[in-house]
């Protein structure tokens, strides 16, 4: 599975143009609130929390332009809560954002 770390940081330069401290508070805000909504999914027993936090998630995702995030969220709405497969996917693709550095 390949990553799109591009798409977050163009939408994060068109957001704040090139303040580098911005942009790095900005990330580190996506992934806080990413990682949050993965832990929801990884505590949801039921339907209904699980389809909410895949939606906050994928909401994240589209407003940060994470489009592999964004792509995984779409996946994890459609599946059954707890699916580890999809958890897992989830929890690569945040990481490999977060290890990634230009």
């Known amino acids: 599975m390949s990553f799109d770390y591009g798409a977050l940081d163009a939408a994060l330069t068109a957001a704040v ?43 994240l995702a589209a407003s940060f332009g994470a489009t592999q995030v964004l792509r995984l969220a779409e996946e994890a709405i459609i599946s059954a809560p707890g699916e580890p497969t999809i958890l897992k996917k989830l929890e690569r693709a945040i990481a490999a954002i977060e290890n990634h550095r230009d």
């Open 17 to 59: 143009g090139d303040d580098q401290s911005l942009i790095a508070e900005l990330r580190a805000a996506f992934l806080e609130s990413a990682k949050r909504q993965v832990d929801l999914l990884h505590r949801a027993r039921c339907d209904a929390n699980w389809e909410y936090a895949a939606l906050r998630l994928k909401g």
